[in-house]
Structures are given as C-alpha cells and as structure tokens.
C-alpha cells in the first residue's frame, strides 16, 4: 500500500515535471533557472527596470511592447485592424503572425442609434447605467510624476481612476470607485481583487474596469490627441476563462468607439494567457493607461478621452437588445464568423460533454457502462422514486 | 436596468448553473443528501451578500457568510465526523501542508499571472487538490484541505499585514459564492475524484478488504441508500 503511494507521488511530480519541461521546451530554453521561472520564482515585487517583452511581425516591426510577459498563442489587434497571433518567444521577443485584417471599425448606422435607452442625457433613467472601476495593482505609479513607479497601497494609478470615475459620473453614469488596496504586487493580487471585484459586481455594473498601467519605454503609449499630450490605452483579455470571447467582442466595440472619438487612443487589444477576474462576466475589462516612464498627467488626460468612448459602446449593446433582429445593429464581430457570447456557450457546453463522458468512460471502464450509468442517474435524478 | 443580448445572459446563467450543478454533486459526495448538498448550496448563495467585519482601520479585514463561514462549517463538520482518527489526522496535516504552500505560492509566484501555466485562480486549487489527494487520499480530505488551507493563507497574510505594517485589506472569503476559497473546495474534490477514479480503475476497482468500517460506510452515498439498510440494491 506504501509503496502504491509512493509510486503515485513519483508519477504525479514526474508528470508536473514533464508539463514544466515541455513548456519550456517551447520557450526554447531548458535550465534550472528557466525552470524557477516557469513558476515564476522571483524575489521582485515589480518587473526590473526596463524588463518588458517587445512584440515583432514577420517583417522583424515592432507592433507593441508589454511588461506583460508574452506566451505563444497570445493575440494582439492593432490600431490598423490587424490581428496578429504569437508564434515564437525568444530572450523577450515574442514573432507574430499576421492571421489578416479586421472590420472593427465604426458603422455609420451606429450613429443614427436612438441614444440609446438608459444612456446619459435621457432624464429619469439616467442613474440606471452603472460602472465599477477597482485596481489590482494598487501600487502602480508614473515615475516622472510620482517619483517612483511603485508606491505602496497608494499608487498614482488611484488618481487616474479619480479622473476615469468623475469623467464617467459627469456624463451620468453611476460610478463606484473602489480604493482598496491589493498589495504587494505578487501572485496574490489578483486572488485578494477578485473580492473587490464581486465586491463591486453587487451593485450591478454594465461594465467594470480594472485599471493599471503598463511598465515599457514610454514612447509606446505617448500620443497627442487634439494639441495635447497623452497616454493611449491598451486593452487587455485573458483568454483563461469562459468568458474570453464575450470580453473580446467588449474590447472590439470599445475599439470602434474609441476610434470614432478619438482617434490614435487605441494602442491594442492584447488577447494573453491569464485570466484577470474575467470568468467573472462578459464585461469585465483590464485596461492599461500609459507606462511608468509616462507622467502621470498625461495618464489621466488619457484616460478621460478614454470616458468618451464609454457611453458610444454601451450605446451599441443596449441598441443590440433592444431591437428587433431584423432592424438590430450588431456590435463589430457580429460580421465576422465569431460573434459574441455564443461561441462561448458551445466551447462551455462542449467542454461539460466531453469532461463528463471522459469521466464517465474512466470511471466505468467501457462506454455502455458510461452509458448504464448515465440511465441510473437519470432514473435517480429525475424519475420517479420507485416505491418498494 | 440597461439591456443586455441574450447571448450574454445565456452565458452568465449557464456558467452559473454549470457552477453551482457541479458545487452541489461534489458536496452530494460529502457525507450529505440531495437535499442537504443543495441547502449547503443555498446557504453560500444567500450568505454571499452578508460581510461581517472584523477589524477597521487601516489593516481592515471582513469575513463573508456564504464565501468563508458556511464552507469552513462544513469542513470542520467534516474533520468532526471523520471515519477513523487516521482521516482526520491526513485532513488536518493536508491543511498545513496546503496553507503553507499556498502561502509560499503567493510569495514567490510571479506578480503576473501570464508568468504561469494557469492563472493563480486555478493554481492555487490544483494544489490543494494534489496535496489533500495525495495525503489523504479521500474526496472530503481534498475539500477540508483546499478550504481550510485558503482560510489559513488568508489569516497568515493578515498577520503578515500586522507584522509589516503595510496597509491592506482581507476579506476572508468576500467573493462568496465566486471566492477562491469555494472555488477551491469544488476543484479540489474533482480533482480527487478524477485521480482518485483514474487510479482505481487502473487498480481494479477500490479496496475494500482489511479497511475500516467507518470508511466504507462512508463509501456510500446517503442518498442512494434505502431506509431498510439494504444499500447498493438497484
């Protein structure tokens, strides 16, 4: 019996082990310390200074940098509509893969969208529309304003949330703002603001924002939009989670949006490996505003343009169900062969399938009793009780 | 209220009912009936919305009805009608082992969670799940270990606010129904189950010769057995 115990616990870390080796393998490095840095073993509690991973196509441009460490697989929309897939990281340099360009763009007939019904401007239902901003990082900060790209429990990033929030509540959103802190800035960060996250989630917001920013040269978000100095914003999805494509569509009708309002706002969509709270709904959004290196003014200039793209994206969804089919405006991937929420449920409900007959079929040893099984359960389930 | 399409609302029910569909067939393993898996169920849903606050301040800290009391209830009724004294020993060392290593996780992991295979939301059960099965052995062992040993992780931290002085906030168990802490209960017991299946079904089937009464007692579920004794007769 010890003995059975001890093999399986060999079985199981040769396993793990092969998983951890496999994944470097990808990588394309295997040595101990790829190994502690496949479980992300370090001591620092922000990214080291200048540490950031740069995202290139076939032709060797730079498409964007991120302190977000890039996988292969992750995806990237730019401010063109192209999509691009990463196919190789090498010494933080991740290859991408132009996979085509995109109809993300605003549709004319969006405009003549009856304002839609609870937006602002409308009077009664005004206070009806509510949005949640809440930050994982609490600590992150611009270091040629703060002084330091990290301060504890009180990073710059709340003052650009300041702006976000009011900006949102003077176009008459309902606005709830959460400050509280998640540091330090570990593996558990997003573990303790998934409870901030619900926490907000209660007050039932149509949208909620977790906001950061990122930690490149800051030349990739620097922009200048109407004769001033701002950051642009990314827009990130975590593809962990059954909400990933629902998050996606968001993101894409916030590109539109911000597009129309303002456009050269948008640095990109970044579809990464994570899962950032966001099996939490289908609207559940992580933007990055500007960088460290970027001054903190110039975040909350962007930020505030960012609001105006708001109430134009929200428009279109309320439009979407409001509607009649025939005469509804479809938000930007309606076109495309995904839309929305539904291929979600199909990878959900396929994913329940299949894990449920792979369980049947090892726990029964044979598929007629997988299916012997299944008639029990029915029969105990829903049936009658048999009288005895 | 704004409107919403009805494929996102599609979404958000199914995953709910797939959520809570699973919660209630793993508790359905845990010594309780139909009945008793979905008033447990019920239980966390509506103890989600009630915080009781524990300290104020700076270092603030909360502790949630649905998402910390009534799991954690449930496994210390668990560890209290253990089958045998060796159960309840392998559940209690399960939980030190996991809290230990959930704290250390959540040190030494990377801030970022691209950084890993999987996002810490699912790490951190994985490893209740592979500690509590592997010690114990037993799918109530599995969700003792993964919610006592979330709940130890987040006391640990709040000591660790203490002890730096750093301020912070823990609210043990405030996502409720959606916190880490059930999320982990749930998974862990899959996980039991799915190893622990695939293994007896390499082996043959469970052991049952030379163990304990209790614990084969407890290899029945409640609910299937008849109220004339004569269990396992269909």
Redesign the interface.
Known sequence: MKSKRVLAGIVLTVFLLGIVLISQKERGVVSAASLLRFWGINYETELSEGKYYEMVDENGSALTMTALPVHIGDEFWTADNKHYKVTKVRDNVAYAKCLGTEDIAWKAEWDDIPVATSIPVQGEQKDDTTIGIYHTHSDESYSPTDGTSSIRANGGIFKVGNVLSEKLKSMGFNVYHDKTPHDPHDAGAYHRSRRTAVKLLKKQPTVQFDVHRDAVPASVYAAEIGGQAVTKIKLVVGRQNQNKQANLEFAKTMKAAMDKTNPGLFEGIFLAKGNYNQDLGPRMMLIEVGSDTNSREEAQKGVALFADAVPKALGVYQNKASQPGTKQISAPDANRSKSGSWPAIWWLLGAVVVGGIAFLVISTGSFGGSWKKIKEFTGSEFGKRRQK | ????????I???V??VL?YFGLAQRVLDRMRLT?KGALAVIAAIIVGS?IDIPLTSGEIASSINVGGAIVPVGFSVYLLATAGTSKELGRSLLGTVVTGGLLVA??????????????????V?PIIAG?VAY?LG?SRRGAFISATLGILLADIA?LVWLYATG??????IG???A???LVIAGIIAVLLA??IG?????LQGGPVTEGRPKELLQNLRNP??E?K?GNADE?
């Open positions: 209220m704004p409107r919403v399409p009805i494929g996102m599609v979404l958000v199914l995953s797939i139909d919305f996780a959540m040190t030494l992991l990377s801030e970022e969670p691209e950084n890993m295979l999987i996002d810490p939301l699912w951190f592979l592997l052995r931290f750093y301020p912070g906030r823990v609210d405030g996502a409720g959606l916190d880490s189950e799915f299946e695939f293994r007896e079904r609910s299937h008849d004339g269909k």
